[in-house]
Every structure is written in structure tokens, then in C-alpha cells.
């Protein structure tokens, strides 16, 4: 008997487990056309939404992934949403946690600064972005096959906007072990000096094989943080305490800054030039659930239109969660409507609407018509843009928008003429219940 597959939104088949967490699952996964492994976190949206601050949370996660493209950052490729779930479409690292390494007994000095330089260039990468990740540690950082460092888990990272007025951080989140001391004293902090204190944690545990600050008592390590009271092991380098000492600092203006680690000459030995980060991800998809995972065995996908890329539907289609804010650029100016004609209905219809309204049609392609008006208006030539996105097997979105010309010809002209232009094959208008017509 053949066994079942799950295929998610026609691009990915989803596999075995690797891990679960209260809230989410991730599936180790392959993109289906050119065969890239990935990793696919499964997030239940009735679950978040009942938790305080979980909706909040998991858009700044994507806010803050889609800001830090770096070679040493986990990729997030997309990520998608159904009525009941949100995919994170992400990099798949198969080398597991530098934890796991370290777990099995410190590293050689050479390894250690290898992974360091890397954990540095992504930090600063991220910092030069506003974003402060606010809960580095071993397990959160992982290993590509090339053993190349990878940060993972922005879940408690922060951004500018979530600053205080009197600009720090009051939030204490982080691993106890791993936190700075001003982040314990609840009076206010930087997130970039916090996450260079994690870092000096981090070189030390992969010089030692275990932690500076450790106790049984909670409290008393508390206190050993505030005090910087820890000691070297023997086998350490003159060079790596120093760093190290400069790292873990308690007052954090006292603290060594990133342009000043990367001059340090420990730091600087055998470093190469970091590679430039690529563009930001791809724009989020919305579907159905029900197409979104299926038993496809071996068929290609079908040449359809794209999937709606928009967030206002979100809020619609389940409570709280719109990242419209996220994603979208200024707006076009335009209007949308749902139908439940064929798509190639529709793009029939609206060319012929433009070719009655005595406007230049330009030929169909990728479900998208443009039409431009015959003579000049007041800032030139009118030309408007119909895009159609399907969103179910009986429901289609119909966008349009403004190409060039002048903003209140094209209201008018849309208003007077395509409007009533289109009656029969519309289903609803933006303006009217989109969520009764996607869940009738």
C-alpha cells in the first residue's frame, strides 16, 4: 500500500517530528520542486490567542526574522496561515545545537573563537538592525553540516519600539544562567549590552565545559552574577580571560562593545570576512486549511494563481491575529472584491470591461490585467492593475489598483464605471462582510 503524504500549500511535504513545545511543533520538511530540506514550525492559533501576549509575541518573532538576514541567523523562507495554524517555513539545520558539542566536554581554544567570531557577527548584525535577542545560550545556537553557527529562537527578542521612555527594556525574560545582572535588577536595561554579556557566558562555557555563574540556590547565583564571581579554569589562555573579564562586566557601560571585541587580537586570529546578507523574506501566504495539507502523491502543482497575500483577512478569518503592520508597504490605492467564478472567467471579464471602456488592454499574464486609458488625464495617462489570487477551490480575490495617473480620476473611474461593470461576477466587495463570504 502506498504510503500517505502530507503536502502543505502544494510547495512542501512535511515529515517526521523533530521537536515539540507548548505551542508549537516542527516537521522536518523538503520543498517539493528543488528538493530543499526545511524545517517547518507548526504554531495552533486557538492556542496562542488564549495565551496573554503569545499573538504579540509571534509577530515580533517574524518581525524581527524577516529584519536579520544574515548567514549566521537561521533563515525564515516564509510563513503561511490557515484558519487554525501558522507555518514558519524556515532553514533546516541538520547539525543539531552547539549545546549537544558542548555537553560532550569543552572545546578546543581555536573551535571555541571560531564559533564566537561567528556568534559576534550575527549579534552585531542583529543589533545594527534594533533587534536585541535577549535569550542567547547554547541551545538556541545551531550547527549547519559546514559547522557553521546558526542563532534560532527570536521568540524573546526585542525591537526600538517596545523601549521605554526613558529608552531601555524593562521586560526580564531570558535563561538565569545566561542573563545579565541589570536585566535581574528590574530597573531598566540595553538589550545590545545584555546579549554580550550572554555572549561572554557562552565563550566561557565553550572554553570550560560548564558555567561560570552555578548554584543550587537560585539566589545565590543571582548573587554571584551581580558580582562577576567566578573563576578560570587552569587550561584557559591569557588572552581568552582577558576578553572574557571584559565580557562579563556587571555595570554594562563598563562593558566591552562589539567594535571594541573585534579589535581584540584573540578575537581577530584566523577571522574571514563575513558574507553580505541577502534580501528580506518572502511576503506571507494565506489559504484555506483544507488545501493546505493533502494526500498529493506525485503531482506536480497546477498553474494556478498565487495564494492571497493579505493580512486584512486575517483578522476576519480568526480572532486577533492581523500582520498587515508587518508586511505592507504604503498602500496602493485600490479595491478588492471575492468571487466564485473561474479564474479564467474573471480575467476574461475585466479585459472585456476595459476594451468597452475604449481602454488599452496589455496581454493577461501571471493572472494579472493591466489596462491603460486612452488619453491623457491630469498626471498623464490613467493605467490601472487587476490582480486575481485564489484563495479556495470556489473562491477567488480580485485586487486592483492604481499603475499611474492621477488618484481621484482613478476613484472616480473605478467608482463610476468598473463597479457597476462587474456586477455579475462579484460576490462581495471589500467594503461588505469578507469574512461571511469566506466562511458561508
Not at 558574507?275 to 528580506?280: E, I, L
Not at 475585466?350 to 493591466?370: N, Q, T, Y
Not at 499603475?403 to 461576477?425: H, M, N, Q
Request: proline share 4%.
Amino acid at each position: 500500500m502506498e504510503e500517505k503524504r502530507n503536502i502543505l500549500f502544494g510547495k512542501y511535504e512535511m515529515g517526521r517530528l523533530l521537536g515539540k513545545g507548548t505551542f508549537a511543533k516542527v516537521y522536518y520538511g523538503k520543498e517539493m520542486v528543488a528538493g530543499e530540506s526545511v524545517a517547518i514550525k507548526v504554531i495552533n492559533k486557538d492556542q496562542v490567542v488564549k495565551k496573554e501576549g503569545m499573538m504579540e509575541q509571534i509577530k515580533r518573532e517574524i518581525s524581527v526574522m524577516r529584519l536579520v538576514r544574515h548567514p549566521n541567523v537561521v533563515e525564515l523562507k516564509e510563513v503561511m496561515a490557515t484558519k487554525t495554524k501558522i507555518f514558519f517555513i524556515m532553514e533546516y539545520v541538520r547539525g543539531g545545537e552547539l549545546f549537544a558539542k558542548v555537553a560532550r566536554g569543552k572545546l578546543k581554544e581555536d573551535s571555541a573563537r571560531n564559533y564566537f567570531q561567528q556568534l559576534i557577527s550575527a549579534v552585531d548584525f542583529c543589533h545594527s538592525r534594533g533587534v536585541s535577542h535577549r535569550d542567547l545560550k547554547p541551545e538556541n545556537l545551531l550547527l549547519d553540516e559546514n559547522e557553521n553557527l546558526k542563532i534560532s529562537d527570536f521568540g524573546l527578542s526585542a525591537l526600538p519600539e517596545q523601549l521605554r521612555n526613558d529608552g531601555l527594556l524593562h521586560t526580564q525574560c531570558g535563561t538565569p544562567a545566561y542573563v545579565a545582572p541589570e536585566v535581574l535588577k528590574r530597573k531598566g536595561y540595553d538589550g545590545s549590552k545584555a546579549d554580550i554579556w550572554s555572549c561572554g557566558v557562552i565563550l566561557y562555557v565553550l572554553l570550560a565545559g560548564f558555567l561560570p555563574f552555578q548554584d543550587e540556590n537560585l539566589m545565590r547565583m543571582y548573587s554571584k552574577i551581580f558580582k562577576s564571581q567566578f573563576e578560570f579554569p587552569l587550561w584557559f589562555s591569557c588572552e581568552s580571560k582577558r576578553l572574557i573579564s571584559k565580557l562579563l562586566v556587571p555595570d554594562p557601560d563598563r562593558r566591552i562593545t562589539i567594535p571594541a571585541i573585534m579589535r581584540v587580537p584573540w578575537f581577530r586570529k584566523g577571522i574571514t570576512r563575513p558574507v553580505r546578507p541577502v534580501a528580506a523574506i518572502e511576503i506571507i501566504k494565506e489559504t484555506t486549511q483544507s488545501e493546505a495539507v493533502g494526500d498529493n502523491h506525485d503531482r506536480a502543482p497546477p498553474k494556478t494563481p498565487s495564494f492571497f497575500n493579505a493580512f486584512q483577512l486575517i483578522a476576519s478569518m480568526s480572532s486577533g491575529f492581523d500582520l498587515s503592520s508587518l508586511f505592507e508597504e504604503k498602500r496602493k490605492v485600490g479595491s478588492m472584491f471575492t468571487s466564485r467564478c473561474a479564474v479564467a472567467s474573471i480575467v476574461a471579464k475585466i479585459e472585456s470591461v476595459a476594451k468597452g471602456l475604449s481602454f488599452r488592454v496589455a496581454k493577461a499574464k501571471d493572472f494579472k490585467v493591466r489596462f491603460e486609458a486612452p488619453i491623457d488625464g491630469r498626471k498623464g495617462r490613467l493605467a490601472v492593475t487587476a490582480e486575481v489570487f485564489e484563495v479556495a477551490p470556489e473562491v477567488a480575490i480580485v485586487q486592483f489598483s492604481k499603475s499611474a495617473g492621477d488618484t481621484l480620476e482613478y476613484a472616480k473611474f473605478f467608482e463610476d464605471s468598473v463597479r457597476p461593470a462587474l456586477k455579475d461576477i462579484v460576490w462581495t466587495w471589500q467594503d461588505d462582510s469578507i469574512c461571511n463570504a469566506l466562511d458561508g
